[in-house]
């Protein structure tokens, strides 16, 4: 069974006012704990109140058995590799509700950890005054997650993640920003997945994922994105969902190139113009969903180039027919739901 390692500053009730005492820390915290000196402690479950987290950050000894940490309530005046490094075996750690200062200097890392792989932020205040980050030293993270969280200055720069190039999953959801740097993900050639939705963000810089070149799902639903920016999406994209938001035109170059596309979702927006080209290169769509939009029209060429097409979402929309051979191609299609006053013979 793995050891879980958990700090929850609401939960202490012994504070060490003088130097910090691991023995007696570990006799009053922690469930089961062997030691030989304080430099190599080892436990698996404790928890730290607030006042103790500067100490216990200062302290040389670490705690190796643990491999899923959690540190909630905490509040750390600089989150650095002096923190990660006391939990050398960790390969998993989650931070909730505490409050993070990310500013590093990266000619100043002593040791860059690359055995933990995934880093969640949760319901937590983070503030970055510089352009460098502490990521910078977590060059082994291959998912990282910042949910429900209050990010300063509302901005992702361009070194954000410069150093985290095995990053495969990358989640910045529920916190509100409001520009991300055209060059914030170029060294993440890695990625599989990025997340970006709830942030309202307006705008999407262009050249956002040219270097992206593994890149397969694309999520960000619920933004304020008012157009795409030409070319966006790279030719390894299989996912795309941007649902709520606010596109209203999608041209012929939107999604040209993108023949491994088989779900796009584009639903709940203002789209009044949708290109009878814009799935020419997306001859393997399986999922169209473009409902709760403005289309006026849906020609037959539409769909002449989506064969494998099995589900097709066209309800509330502007149109009021349809013509009766618009369906003619597409011999996998399963599941189609328009709006059946308009088009009562399907």
Do not use: W
């Not at 958990?6 to 089961?32: K, R, W």
């Not at 909630?72 to 923190?83: A, K, L, P």
């Not at 990053?167 to 509100?176: A, G």
């Amino acid at each position: 069974m793995k050891s879980l390692l958990v700090l929850f500053g609401l939960l202490a009730t012994v504070s060490f006012a003088s130097a910090f005492n691991a023995e007696l820390f570990y006799n009053y915290y922690c469930q089961s704990y062997t030691y030989n000196n304080v430099n190599t402690v080892q436990c698996g479950q404790f928890t730290l109140s607030q006042k103790d987290a500067v100490a216990f950050q200062n302290e040389a000894f670490v705690i190796s058995n643990a491999t899923n940490v959690l540190l909630s309530g905490c509040s750390f005046e600089t989150f650095n590799e002096n923190i990660i490094n006391k939990f050398p075996n960790a390969t998993n750690i989650n931070i909730e509700r505490c409050s993070m200062n990310l500013n590093n200097n990266h000619s100043t890392i002593s040791k860059v950890n690359t055995v933990l792989k995934s880093l969640t932020i949760l319901g937590s205040n983070i503030y970055v005054n510089s352009n460098v980050t502490s990521f910078g030293y977590l060059t082994g993270l291959t998912s990282l997650a910042i949910r429900v969280s209050f990010l300063e200055n509302y901005a992702i720069e361009n070194s954000f993640f410069a150093n985290n190039t095995n990053l495969v999953y990358l989640e910045i959801s529920k916190v509100q920003i409001f520009s991300i740097d055209s060059n914030a993900f170029y060294n993440l050639q890695n990625l599989q997945t990025v997340n970006i939705t709830e942030t309202a963000i307006p705008i999407l810089p262009q050249g956002l994922f040219s270097n992206n070149r593994k890149l397969q799902n694309v999520l960000m639903n619920n933004n304020h994105i008012e157009y795409l920016p030409l070319p966006f999406f790279p030719p390894s994209v299989v996912n795309i969902q941007l649902s709520h938001n606010i596109l209203e035109v999608i041209s012929a170059q939107t999604f040209k190139g993108l023949s491994n596309l088989s779900y796009l979702d584009l639903s709940e927006n203002s789209i009044s113009v949708f290109s009878n080209q814009a799935l020419a290169s997306t001859q393997n769509l399986n999922y169209l969903d473009l409902h709760n939009n403005q289309i006026s029209k849906f020609d037959r060429k539409l769909f002449t180039s989506v064969k494998y097409l099995k589900s097709l979402y066209l309800y509330n929309n502007n149109y009021t027919t349809l013509p009766e051979d618009i369906f003619d191609d597409l011999a996998q299609l399963g599941v189609v739901i328009v709006n059946p006053i308009n088009y009562p013979y399907l």
